[in-house]
T-cell receptor
Framework: EPEVTQTPSHQVTQMGQEVILRCVPISNHLYFYWYRQILGQKVEFLVS????????KSEIFDDQFSVERPDGSNFTLKIRSTKLEDSAMYFC???????????FGPGTRLTVL | QKEVEQDPGPLSVPEGAIVSLNCTYSNSAFQYFMWYRQYSRKGPELLMY????GNKEDGRFTAQVDKSSKYISLFIRDSQPSDSATYLCASIPSGGYQKVTFGTGTKLQVIP
């Protein structure tokens, strides 16, 4: 069964450093998403991406964040200058159609020291 | 007011029990309703996906949506220890928006 994959599973970085989290969505899906979950809190929407552009973003997704689909298979989330409060699980998700359900990857645990 | 609210639990039941998990929501625009299961430090795994009001059954799982009262339920029959996880209810509004709004999740423990 096809699945969303994410790398790395755990990323440790120093405050102020740039990180790139990588995702490979399900191959025939057209809609891509990033969510985050701070430990003990709910899963929160960050951004959705379709047709090579952002279609919706939350107030969390400020200028420090960017997303890119650099080729036909990868989808990345970049945090330019990490803060302590960026420490969280980051989940990538993909969906085939606009109102289709979203399938989540296993997540990348980001720890900012 | 939180858009999707759940009792965080934990909820402990004996193996074989019927489990009832519930959510309320406040946004009248929500049209699509999902239940996800999340094991510790893993990604949410889709269990059920329904559109608007009504019931949907899949094996031991039944999802119910009552839009008039803004109430979402998940029933698990013959619960198993492997069902022990956090259950997240979630919604998407109509109008082509893609943002999934999650509840905080209810932690379920099924005791053998």
């Amino acid at each position: 069964e096809p699945e969303v994959t994410q790398t790395p599973s755990h990323q440790v970085t120093q405050m102020g450093q740039e990180v790139i989290l990588r995702c490979v969505p399900i191959s025939n899906h057209l809609y891509f998403y990033w969510y985050r979950q701070i430990l003990g809190q709910k899963v929160e929407f960050l951004v959705s991406f379709y047709n090579n552009e952002i279609s919706e973003k939350s107030e969390i997704f400020d200028d420090q964040f960017s997303v890119e689909r650099p080729d036909g298979s990868n989808f990345t989330l970049k945090i330019r200058s990490t803060k302590l409060e960026d420490s969280a699980m980051y989940f990538c998700a993909s969906g085939e159609r606009l109102t289709d359900t979203q399938y989540f990857g296993p997540g990348t645990r980001l720890t900012v020291l | 007011q939180k858009e999707v609210e759940q009792d965080p639990g934990p909820l402990s039941v004996p193996e074989g029990a019927i489990v009832s998990l519930n959510c309320t929501y406040s946004n009248s625009a929500f049209q699509y309703f999902m239940w996800y299961r999340q094991y510790s430090r893993k990604g949410p795994e889709l269990l059920m996906y329904t559109y608007s009001s009504g019931n949907k059954e899949d094996g031991r799982f039944t999802a119910q949506v009552d839009k008039s009262s803004k109430y979402i339920s998940l029933f698990i029959r013959d619960s198993q220890p492997s069902d022990s996880a956090t259950y997240l209810c979630a919604s998407i509004p109509s109008g082509g928006y893609q943002k999934v709004t999650f509840g905080t999740g209810t932690k379920l423990q099924v005791i053998p």
